[in-house]
């Protein structure tokens, strides 16, 4: 009787959304529990409420044990999965739900999103072609059907099939939403303004919505429109995540004094741990340790070690210098922190245990050999040891290619082109400060994507970038790679530069060492190049390679070296540390940045 009171108020805690302690109930009664499948799903749902993912994924694997061939608990599975970004497991998941029950729309549609958000852009279109074949009037199918031709290049197929969605429900405000989405991505602005609105006057009370419109006013320039729409948006909900982290970086790149007041005033009331996460990470970028350290004292007290907290702390005290301690709390807190495992590499090349991070970063690697950061800590690793591996990974005058650009069609010379370009990118240079956890010291960086703008020059730019990509990342090029060679991976893919941005920096402006997570490789264009850095003697304004971006036991310095001219292209793989250094001098470094994604070819 004691046992059964004891379930019977867990599972009343559960109902209630007192999710910790019906968790602690149903920890009590662990063997009771996972003997019955309607309590394990009880107990599963308390620890993703609680957001104890460890312990929910045990109770997702006993549920499995008990009920294998039920399709349902697979689709669990699925989501659970997904909602990690833990998408091998999650699309098997989704597969042996539809091994399961073939006829069910609903997990192709699963399967798809997944795929998508995965960035396997055919198969997703393949399982959400099947779910639509089953339901023909599949709103939300369609909808992401659309979502996923547009991310194919099939724009006015993907038109086509929102307007379609559309019309099987027309006071559903997601279709509209989408369609703005992509409007906005290729540049027409006033469809995307059109049904945004449409979107906003059929869900007046939510807040993604005017999340999604601020960062397509953000994507396009507008900043004060979509600093307004941020506000309108938290004035319907104060402690929005997505919301509070525009807000934040928008007021930072204004070089508002008050940056974190919205974050500040929310975390008083009852708000949601990716808050104050949120909260604590960018206190971190800018260095406000003691900040941080109480937001995360703040986390535990209100939601306990959870998996946030867990990666904040290790965090927190790489930046501390406590570089020990952060590698004791990756080894303690594994299955914490296994969706970050640069985590424990960045530790052990911190304290200088280059062989285990060289034994580590190779399991890295194999498991997301797409992963450029991965790659980047990797070479350090190899670098540190002085392996033979590492100059056949880093051969930068194999792999950095620098080229003077042609000038674009109609103009006699790059020169007139490039006084041109500097005029317009000169004039959307809008913001005081650095955007928030961007490499750029001491200059600004146009905000969203470049492209989106749809000016005349840009276009004729970017075109001129892609022909040079396809003529220097030809089937030549990959020809001469040996199989194992990461950059062999992009061989069967489309090469494709669909978005960039600008940087500009006065004297004294720099980049710190990075890398580009998204890209397969990156580049660098410069627009206007101060004389003190183009004909100079020193190291003035170069472009270095090497020099790792993150805390490396040791002292390391630039591998290699390229002064930047004015009409010069440098294209690089996104995995080689790059930074450039700060200049003295009259003049500006103007650049336009881009990165080569990687897609299937249709």
């Not at 699309?91 to 739900?97: H, N, V």
């Not at 997990?107 to 099947?130: D, G, K, M, V, W």
Request: proline share 3%; glycine share 6%; with cysteine.
């Amino acid at each position: 009787m004691k046992d059964d009171s004891r379930i019977q108020m867990a599972l009343n805690d559960l109902r209630a959304g007192r999710y910790r302690e019906a968790l602690a109930g149903f920890e009590d009664q662990t063997n009771r529990v996972k003997s019955d499948a309607g309590l394990i799903q009880a107990a599963f749902a308390a620890a993703k409420g609680a957001k104890e993912w460890v312990l929910a994924e045990n109770y997702l694997d006993s549920l499995l044990v008990l009920l294998p061939n039920r399709f349902e608990v697979h689709s669990t599975a699925g989501t659970f999965f997904q909602d990690q970004r833990r998408y091998g497991l999650a699309t098997e998941s989704f597969k042996r739900a539809i091994e399961l029950k073939p006829c069910e729309p609903g997990l192709y549609y699963n399967l798809a999103l997944a795929l998508f958000e995965s960035e396997a852009f055919l198969q997703a279109r393949t399982a959400i072609t099947e779910a639509i074949r089953l339901k023909n009037d599949y709103y939300k199918a369609m909808v992401l059907l659309g979502r996923i031709l547009n991310k194919l290049k099939l724009h006015d197929d993907s038109i086509e099939v929102f307007l379609q969605a559309i019309s099987i429900d027309p006071d559903s405000y997601i279709g509209y939403f989408r369609l703005a989405e992509v409007s906005a991505e290729h540049g027409d602005l006033d469809t995307a303004k059109n049904n945004y609105q449409k979107a906003l006057v059929l869900e007046p009370s939510n807040p993604e919505i005017n999340a999604a419109i601020a960062e397509s006013y953000l994507s396009l320039g507008e900043i004060i429109r979509a600093r307004d729409v941020i506000r309108q948006g938290l004035s319907i909900d104060p402690a929005h995540p997505k919301l509070n982290r525009y807000f934040a970086d928008l007021k930072f790149e204004l070089g508002d004094s008050k940056v974190f007041d919205q974050y500040h005033h929310s975390i008083k009331g009852d708000v949601s741990s990716e808050l104050i996460g949120d909260y604590a990470k960018r206190l971190l970028v800018v260095d406000d340790l003691a900040g941080a350290e109480m937001q995360l004292d703040i986390l535990k007290s209100r939601f306990g070690e959870i998996d946030v907290y867990r990666e904040l702390q290790v965090c927190l005290l790489l930046k501390q210098g406590n570089h020990d301690q952060a590698l004791e709390q990756t080894i303690m807190n594994a299955d914490q922190l296994r969706h970050r495992p640069e985590l424990k590499m960045e530790s052990l090349l911190a304290i200088g245990e280059f062989e285990e991070a060289e034994r580590y970063g190779r399991n890295l690697v194999r498991l997301e050999a797409r992963n450029q950061f991965f790659w980047a800590l990797y070479v350090s690793a190899l670098r540190a040891i002085d392996s033979p591996l590492h100059p056949h990974l880093m051969n930068y005058d194999q792999f950095v290619k620098i080229n003077q650009l042609d000038p674009p069609e109609g103009f006699d010379s790059l020169e007139s082109f490039n006084l041109e370009l500097s005029d317009y990118l000169n004039h959307i240079h809008q913001t005081k400060h650095h955007p928030l956890g961007q490499s750029v010291r001491h200059g600004t960086q146009t905000t969203g994507n470049l492209v989106a703008r749809n000016n005349s020059l840009v276009n004729a730019l970017f075109g001129n970038f892609q022909k040079l990509v396809n003529s220097e990342l030809s089937s030549h090029f990959f020809d001469r790679l040996s199989l194992d060679h990461p950059l062999k991976l992009a061989q069967s893919k489309r090469r494709v530069v669909s978005s960039g941005w600008s940087i500009r920096a006065p004297e004294g402006g720099f980049h710190q060492s990075h890398v580009h997570t998204k890209g397969f490789f990156s580049s660098a264009y410069y627009v206007d190049v101060p004389s003190v850095v183009s004909d100079g003697d020193a190291n003035d304004g170069t472009l270095n390679f090497g020099v790792p971006g993150v805390h490396v036991a040791g002292n390391w310095e630039a591998e290699y070296v390229v002064k930047p001219k004015a009409g010069c292209l440098v294209l690089f793989p996104s995995y080689f540390w790059h930074g450039t250094m700060p200049f003295r001098g009259d003049g500006t470094r103007l650049v336009v940045a881009f990165d080569v994604i990687l897609h299937d070819r249709v």
